[in-house]
């Protein structure tokens, strides 16, 4: 059984805020702090250029990846890490491309999100592709023959609505498509299991659920039965098979490790390392269901003590991920106002104010205290005109 008590002690959470925006940026691990402090003193400073062999740098990125394996139903030697979430899509998407050369169809959904679709139509122009958008709820009609990759986000970053790894994966598969799951409201939150669906390719971000702090790198997994055969765009240095030989022509290296491009960022790869001590001794079946206990509890008290909002979720929770969604026609304003209350949550246009439950350090007692000053909110129409005309910023 996960002690959730001891998870929620290894953070340091501001005194007096109800955290509910770590699917945007999850807090900051007490240990993060220590681990990038001894990095920088006794590794950096002291061994400088031999930090790469000595302190184990070079290899930090697949270290590291295999951590996050565990966490998203992957193996060993299957993740790597490094760069952005949208280089990591680029180079997924541009190899399953390669893998179908006979076709050149890509489909997405409209709850995908916007920068994973500027990725694709990118690519399409440049590989003479054409990148199908459709409504969630018509992915799976939409998946035919023409098809070369199945391209979605699994937990909508809006709403929280989440799809069907196995049964669109198969669909795909079915078609003879190649599937690649975006996974960055999935990792940490929800129980993944890539291995077991059967999936082609994932990437996601760990800055949100893993709390590996902002602008922390991204993740990329392949199948195994892909991982000598793929072959993206874009290679680079890390991912040649001799790096050091300085070879005028790339050769990929074996497996996953050629899905690495630049240099890996150390620092930020030492703090998301720290983080991920957190998640040691952590049952992802136990992650689940609080993470149900806790958005239901939610869903539960919103709806009896505000009931001028709308939900924007999914009603059942195995349809739905670890955030919840109410609409409200003065949204911003809203949650403009619940901020300055001390509960963090945050707007995603146009209407939807959005709550994520992470359960490694959210409990009910969050819960309760959100539902009460969302409701004091409403009550007291405690929100600025002038506010709610400003425009959001959507991140």
């Known amino acids: 059984m996960t002690d959730f008590t001891k998870t929620r002690a290894a953070f340091d959470l501001p005194q007096g805020i109800t955290y509910l925006d770590g699917n945007s940026l999850g807090p900051m691990p007490a240990a993060a702090t220590r681990r990038v402090a001894r990095m920088m003193a006794e590794e950096w400073s002291q061994m400088l250029i031999t930090g790469w062999n000595k302190a184990g740098w070079y290899v930090q990125p697949r270290k590291v990846g295999d951590r996050i394996a565990r966490l998203i139903g992957a193996g060993a030697g299957e993740v790597v890490m490094g760069d952005t979430l949208s280089i990591k899509v680029f180079q997924a998407l541009s190899a399953a491309l390669a893998l179908r050369p006979d076709r050149r169809v890509i489909l997405s959904d ?51 609505r989440r799809h069907d790894i196995a049964a669109l994966t198969a669909r795909a598969h079915a078609a003879g498509a190649l599937a690649i799951w975006d996974l960055a409201h999935s990792a940490g939150a929800v129980d993944v299991d890539l291995l077991g669906a059967d999936a082609d390719f994932a990437v996601g971000c760990t800055y949100k659920y893993l709390n590996g702090g902002p602008g922390a790198p991204a993740f990329i997994w392949t199948h195994p039965r892909h991982a000598e055969a793929a072959e993206p765009i874009l290679q680079g240095w890390m991912g040649h098979a001799a790096p050091f030989a300085f070879d005028q022509e790339y050769r990929p290296a074996p497996g996953i490790e050629r899905m690495r491009v630049g240099t890996p960022p150390v620092i930020a790869l030492t703090a998301l390392d720290a983080a991920l001590d957190v998640w040691d001794g952590v049952s992802m079946a136990d992650l689940r269901a609080r993470s149900v206990e806790l958005t239901e509890a939610f869903i539960s008290g919103v709806e009896v003590n505000c009931p001028e909002l709308r939900l924007a ?34 707007f995603r246009a146009p209407d939807i104010l959005r709550f994520g439950f992470a359960p490694l350090y959210n409990d009910l007692d969050d819960v309760a205290r959100a539902v009460d000053v969302l409701a004091r909110v409403l009550r007291d129409g405690n929100w600025d005109d002038e506010v709610f005309h400003q425009k959001a910023a959507v991140t």
């Open 110 to 160: 409209s709850g995908n999100f916007p920068s994973d679709l500027y990725v694709a139509q990118g690519l399409a122009r440049a590989m003479g592709a054409t990148l199908r958008v459709v409504a969630p709820e018509e992915v799976e009609a939409a998946i035919d023959d023409n098809l070369a990759v199945l391209m979605l986000t699994e937990v909508d970053y809006r709403s929280g």
């Open 313 to 346: 979720s999914p009603r059942d929770p195995a349809m739905r991920g670890s955030q919840v969604g109410f609409r409200h026609p003065h949204g911003y304003a809203v949650m403009q106002a619940l901020i300055a209350g001390g509960v963090i949550g945050d």
